[in-house]
């Protein structure tokens, strides 16, 4: 029987290279192709990042599009500086060459033509801003009916947003990254009818990575995922470091790990609350995951990244 056809838009953070990770060891899905949107990254570096991990991991016939939209609000720098740490890690660069094939299109148009020639539904696995896929949309609408879910870390429900240390005044700081890079893609993305699946802040500020995780990863040298993984969240240990992308791919994996609940939403596309996910009565109705089995889930990474 195939599995559920996927397709991965990551922007290239170290969370998202975790996510990647994590996706690439699933058995019950098709992934269909695996897209890099420039945003929380450099891109050239989170491109060949991406290609690298997927060839360390025996994934090198998935082919990998570089998306070229930009965003409106940009990420921190010093967010962005992990795709070149990671691009050059030694585990990643054993050889010259990379197997994984980057597409000569950009990952808007490998998007819809993905969703224009897939037999079935499909799942986008968003890990970063929605402006790919919007942009891909604007092409041709109608590929609104070949999208089953979204499933999406972003947003921000009933907790404040993560934006609060990094940006100059003016915004009220409701917002999380994902929405706040570009407010007016992710609105238009709440118009469609595309059922979506919320990975929000409400969740994953409760599923915050510990040394002593950590310190597990690698300790077990004799699976490289695990000492990547290791390497990937040593760079963050100096700071408060949470599953967000890792959490949302983990939903696809073991959805019997979460609790949901429904919520109506809408996305404010301008001004101080730019970016802000409100709940709103009679906004569009989308699924959040709501609560995890901490404890599960981290035994489960540790499983699957025992390879
Ligand atoms: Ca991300």
Redesign the pocket.
Known sequence: MPGELVLFD????L??YL?LMLLLTLEHIDLLGVIVTP??CYIKPAVGATRKIMDLMGRSTIPVAESTVRGINPFPRAFRRSSFHVDHFPILNRHDAIATPLLAETGQDFQARSLREAAGPVTILE??PLTTLAAALAQSPDLAAKIGRILW?GGALNVPGNVSHWIDGGQDMSME??VYWDPLSAHAVWQTGIPIVLCPLDITNHVKVTPAFVRQLGQRPQYPVSELAGYCYALVMHQDYYC??VLTTGYLARPDLFTTREWETVIIPTGPSQGRTQVQEGGKRITALDAVDKEAFFAYLMHQWGR
């Open positions: 990551h922007d290239g953070g969370d998202d996510a945003a929380d890990t970063g870390m990254w994902n967000w992308d």
